[in-house]
């Protein structure tokens, strides 16, 4: 099954303002949840990363917020920009478990800024 | 210098055939992993390696059969391809396992 639900499957935002996408995981082992960033024609690449002892870390014009009651992470995009268009994957991993050795994605948003 | 490096960027090749797909990676990763991306984008992790030994086996068809000769490097040999083995495929690494993975560019396998 999905261990990791991200939503929209798409956003369309104008330039500057404020991109979010969600996601939601079930299995309480997680303990690393990352944001990998995709281009076409490339692979994904580390975006940011929070683990669940914080409840928000930001970088540069991005923040990932963390509701560990809620099994829910987020990533917000500030004054986005056209450069931002990508496709955009939430993932989730622990080092134990019956899950121990897999990181696993959402099913990605392809989010557009339009200039 | 890319971090890791995947060969060839584009496969086609008719049903039937048997393929590979070479990856390299220059970072001194000790954990390597293959994944596959379908036409949805779905990122599906297939197989990890650490040091040199198989620690992922994902419910893969065993067409599929990965291989790394030393920690630097991870192969993936498809025999009997299939019209459904169409997709990206991706080599990673990581440093710590299982976290921080870095990608390489792709392999676009397309069977006809």
């Known amino acids: 099954q999905q261990q990791v639900k991200q939503s929209p499957q798409s956003l369309i935002v104008q330039k500057g303002g404020i991109s979010i996408i969600n996601c939601a995981y079930e299995n309480t082992a997680f303990d690393y949840f990352p944001w990998y960033q995709q281009f076409p024609g490339k692979g994904p690449a580390l975006l940011i990363a929070i683990r669940p002892d914080v409840s928000e870390k930001k970088e540069g014009r991005f923040t990932i917020s963390f509701n560990k009651s809620a099994k829910q992470f987020s990533l917000h995009i500030m004054d986005s920009q056209p450069g931002d268009s990508a496709t955009y994957f939430c993932?989730?991993?622990?080092?134990?478990?019956?899950?121990?050795?897999?990181?696993?994605f959402g099913r990605g948003t392809q989010l557009t800024v339009w200039p | 210098d890319t971090a890791v490096s995947q060969t060839p960027k584009y496969l086609v090749t008719q049903m039937g055939n048997d393929k590979s797909i070479k990856c390299e990676q220059n970072?001194?990763?000790?954990?390597m992993y293959w994944y596959k991306q379908d036409s949805k984008k779905f990122l599906k992790i297939m197989f990890s390696?650490?040091?040199?030994?198989?620690?992922i086996n994902e419910t893969v068809p065993n067409r599929f059969s990965p291989k790394s000769p030393d920690k630097a490097h991870l192969n993936l040999h498809i025999n009997s391809l299939e019209l459904g083995d169409s997709a990206v495929y991706f080599c990673?690494?990581?440093?710590?396992?299982?976290?921080?993975?870095?990608f390489g560019s792709g392999t676009r396998l397309t069977v006809v």
């Open positions: 390696y650490n040091n040199k030994e198989l620690i």
């Open positions: 990673a690494s990581s440093q710590v396992q299982f976290y921080g993975y870095t």
């Open positions: 970072l001194g990763h000790d954990t």
């Open positions: 993932a989730a991993s622990s080092r134990g478990g019956s899950t121990l050795g897999r990181l696993y």
